[in-house]
């Protein structure tokens, strides 16, 4: 059986060397263009996210989903920290908001213009976990907990996933928005919404884990 092994891996080690590549000369033709032109955005990391491979994109977001769940899992059982590490001193709770509120507002621009530039929905998600991250060490547990209950981010964060499912489902059947003018901001079907709805997804979810970490570590 090992001969056999080795004989089909010859076999094919020697097609790949004699027959030709099957596939289309891709001198004669530009991905990049082919990208734009299909999803009506300049970015087309963004395209091929939303479009292309959205698909694997679903996935992506339902594995951020289980891995918060996971932590609410496995923090369960613990008891809350008794003491909770935060910056006391002055200049570094000031440094510390002031890289908030510049990492909200990265985050509002890549969820926005995320399909015209660099950027995204998950990295705009990311840039306001940091946000809510800076804020939470320089903040009260309990406030922080308080506004997380009052504004139902919990609720949200479970919308934005559903709205993002039926979203994507409409993309892969074929059912899209009209792509608009390409590199306006109303443009790309619904890539501009499907970044902004990962965006949301993304913080809301780090919120949750940050305040986990801060309830049962004392720490993030």
């Known amino acids: 059986m090992k001969w056999l092994y080795i004989a089909a891996s010859l076999a094919v080690y020697i097609k790949l060397l004699v027959f030709p590549n099957p596939m289309v000369d891709l001198a004669e033709i530009s991905i990049v263009e082919t990208v734009v032109q299909d999803s009506g955005v300049p970015n087309t990391v963004s395209g091929i996210i939303f479009r292309n491979r959205i698909f694997d994109t679903i996935f992506e977001v339902v594995v951020f989903t289980i891995a918060i769940m996971g932590v609410r899992f496995m ?10 590490y935060q910056f006391t001193d002055n200049p570094s ?27 995204g929905g998950f990295a705009a998600g990311v840039a ?8 939470a060490i320089t903040s009260s547990a309990t406030y922080m907990e308080s506004i997380y209950q009052r504004w139902h981010a919990a609720t949200w964060e479970k919308v934005s996933v559903l709205i993002f499912m039926l979203l994507a489902v409409f993309t892969l059947v074929g059912i899209e928005l009209p792509h608009g003018q390409l590199g306006t901001l109303v443009s790309g079907g619904w890539i501009p919404l499907l970044n902004i709805l990962v965006a949301v997804k993304v913080a809301l979810g780090s919120w949750a884990a940050i305040l986990l970490f801060i309830r049962y570590r004392g720490l993030l």
């Open 128 to 135: 306001g976990g940091t946000a809510i991250g800076l804020i």
């Open 75 to 84: 923090l369960a059982d613990e008891q809350p920290s008794s003491t909770v």
């Open 93 to 119: 709770i000031v440094l510390a908001r002031l890289g908030a509120t510049i990492a909200a507002l990265v985050a509002i621009e890549l969820a926005i213009r995320g399909h015209l530039s660099p950027g």
